[in-house]
């Protein structure tokens, strides 16, 4: 059975850090690529960050680029998301998605796993 466990979310002043991890088991965690995505409320998914399955390629959505860093540590089968320079608009629930094709991640489609989410909120 494969699980995603996400961790690190709070509540934070606006310009502050955060560090989301994703703890994967009950699969090759090494073979998949990992992402994140997120949801405020009343508003559709996004896609904040994805991440290959050996680290050599990231992505990230335009509202985060330069502010969040996507990273992995495939000897602890685990993904995290480092969030500097926070926005209120950043506030919502975070998941951590596994796919073995980095695009599906990129594009909320056809996404293999994900966990259920921890959340952030950002005052001002």
């Known amino acids: 059975q494969v699980q995603l466990d996400e ?3 709070g509540l934070v002043q606006a310009g502050g850090s955060l560090r989301l ?3 994967a088991s009950g699969l090759t965690f090494s073979t998949y690529a990992m992402g994140w995505f997120r ?5 559709e998914r996004e896609f904040v960050a994805a991440i290959s399955w ?3 390629g990231t992505y990230y959505g335009d509202s985060v680029k330069g502010r969040f860093t996507i990273s992995r540590d495939n000897a602890k089968n685990t993904v995290y ?3 500097n320079s926070l926005k209120p608009e950043d506030t919502a629930v975070y998941y951590c998605a596994a796919d073995r094709i980095v695009g599906h991640l990129a594009s909320l489609r056809g996404m293999d796993y ?3 989410g ?3 909120t950002v005052s001002s």
């Open 21 to 23: 991890s994703c703890a």
């Open 54 to 56: 050996n680290g050599a």
């Open 81 to 83: 998301l480092q969030m």
């Open 118 to 120: 921890t959340l952030v």
């Open 114 to 116: 994900w966990g259920i």
């Open 39 to 43: 949801q405020a409320p009343g508003k």
């Open 7 to 9: 961790s690190g979310g």
